[in-house]
């Protein structure tokens, strides 16, 4: 079995003639950390607790609601028939651990139903927004993105971060 260091070995990895291939060894440990790493950057490194969007922008994301969202989805975002509820318990349930970029998205290519696609990213970021407000998340100083890749970054949760 080939030795790393004290109490460290690695079987069947790097041996030649009863020795360790440190160099062999060094480069697994290296692409396994970096695999790491890159997995650790995908992550999601905001929250909707975070306040990721401003009160004046869901302000604004109001009466684009009413205007595109509200006939299908509800004035109080129930959900109404096959349309989903965009509030409340079903809604945090369906995406909870997903993220913003995945939800925008979901939004910004199907809806409105009659004419998916063709919202602009600034009126649906308006509409998310207001969703947001209306989910009772924390607003900040900063508007909600309009990049996905951005947007990808904020994991929704249902509950507060302890």
């Given amino acids: 079995m080939g030795e790393a260091g004290p109490g460290l070995s690695f079987p ?3 041996e030649q003639k009863g020795h360790m291939n440190i160099g062999k060894s060094a480069a697994i440990i290296a692409g396994a950390l970096g695999c790491a790493l890159v997995w650790a950057q995908d992550q999601p490194s905001k ?3 975070d306040g990721i969007y401003t009160k004046e922008q869901a302000a604004r ?7 595109y969202c509200g006939t299908c989805h509800g004035e109080s975002l129930e959900g109404i028939e ?3 509820a965009l509030a409340g318990g079903e809604f945090l349930d369906q995406w ?3 993220t913003m970029g995945d939800l925008f998205e979901r939004i910004r290519a199907t809806m409105p139903r009659d004419r998916p696609g063709k919202l602009s990213r600034d009126i649906n970021a308006d509409i998310t927004a207001y969703m947001l ?3 009772q998340f924390p607003a900040g100083n900063t508007e909600l993105s309009r990049d996905t890749q951005v947007l990808k970054q904020i994991k929704i949760e249902a509950a507060k971060p302890k």
């Avoid at 994301?61 to 205007?67: A, D, N, R, S, V």
């Fill in 82 to 84: 096959m349309a989903p």
């Fill in 12 to 14: 069947g990895i790097g």
């Fill in 133 to 135: 407000s209306f989910n």
């Fill in 47 to 49: 929250s909707v607790w």
């Fill in 96 to 98: 909870s651990g997903q």
């Fill in 61 to 67: 994301g109001e009466p684009l609601y009413k205007q």
